[in-house]
């Protein structure tokens, strides 16, 4: 019995959870109440990330709810939300890390090779080389679904990237491949926004060490949008087979499939679990596909809008102002 999870803004400007059931928006509170499913949550002001917190059995007890629901649907009536007048927020509002995975699709780090007239390793596991991540910064840089984002001061070259966002449900360290999709709670849709010229300092040397600044390339207010939705990886068949496209503008720039991962999720997963300890409510964007801006010299401007879409997921509106 298949479901989503959201988090929205309620009229009071409260953050709330909400589930996706059969077409259908629903206040996760209220719900529950209605049902009268027990110890769905702890406490009266907890949300989705208290949820991922406590994934296995978060999800058995949610897994009951929705059973409950498609039973006897009209009892949830009064706690459905007009589809029309739901403020998303993104669904995770307190992430741990989030890792971002870099040059993780085929066609990608073929298309920027193209792009820059650089060999790039187009096999890079066989040639010995590990998974290559960088941090994002949490909450800070986080945006819901149809939230508008503001073009930074700092950048005249603001680019996309639609990534496939992988939830970490329970805590992992050392984790062998073949067991690392077991501590997925879910998988979201996210768009990486980046600020292309700040990559690189100009006033740097550009043999010295310091020459790169990664948090001025990738971290700025809004430079994660996230959503609209959670959906729980027992419903997500592979991660390694979901079409990801993008618009600009109603104009397709990326079109892609997570087939062309050069990393699996799960070796993502197995890799940052050798190096640390993966949390509950970690998040790792993993990697972006062909037909990003810096590709072709193109890049955002007030008023655009993007449109990320991955397969089964759902799909996820940012507007630049």
């Known amino acids: 019995m298949t479901y989503q999870l959201f988090t929205f803004v309620d009229r009071a400007g409260a953050l709330r959870p909400g589930l996706l059931h059969r077409g259908r928006h629903f206040d996760l509170h209220r719900l529950a109440s209605a049902l009268a499913v027990p110890a769905l949550f702890n406490h009266a002001h907890d949300g989705v990330d208290a949820l991922v917190e406590d994934w296995p059995d978060a999800h058995a007890r949610l897994t009951t709810l929705v059973q409950a629901l498609a039973r006897e649907p009209w009892i949830g009536e009064a706690a459905r939300l007009a589809d029309g007048t739901i403020a998303f927020a993104a669904p995770i509002t307190r992430p741990g890390v989030i890792y971002a995975c870099g040059a993780n699709y085929r066609d990608h780090v073929e298309a920027m ?15 010995g080389i590990a998974p290559w991540h960088f941090i994002k910064a949490g ?5 819901g679904h149809r939230q508008h984002v503001a073009h930074p001061c700092h950048t005249e070259r603001l680019d996309w990237e639609a990534e496939l966002a992988v939830i970490v449900g329970r805590p992992a360290q050392n984790v062998d491949v073949t067991d690392a999709l077991d501590y997925v709670a879910g998988y979201s849709i996210a768009n990486d926004l980046s600020a292309r010229d700040n990559l690189r300092r100009d006033k740097v040397d550009p043999a010295s060490p310091f020459r790169f600044d990664w948090i001025g390339h990738k971290c700025f207010t809004g430079s994660c949008p996230l959503g609209p939705y959670v959906t729980p990886a027992e419903f997500v068949v592979s991660p390694e087979k979901l079409g990801i496209k993008l618009w600009l503008n109603e104009t397709l720039k990326q079109d892609s499939n997570t087939s062309n991962h050069l990393y699996s999720v799960a070796d993502q997963i197995a890799y940052l679990s050798q190096r640390l300890t993966l949390y509950p409510g970690d998040i790792i964007l993993t990697g972006t596909p062909a037909g990003v801006g810096m590709e072709r010299g193109e890049f955002l401007k007030r008023g655009d809008v993007m449109r990320v879409w ?11 102002v």
């Open 113 to 127: 090779g193209r792009a820059f007239n650089t060999p790039l390793t187009l096999d890079p596991r066989a040639a």
């Open 139 to 143: 909450r800070g840089t986080l945006a």
């Open 310 to 320: 991955i397969e089964t997921l759902g799909e996820l509106e940012t507007t630049i």
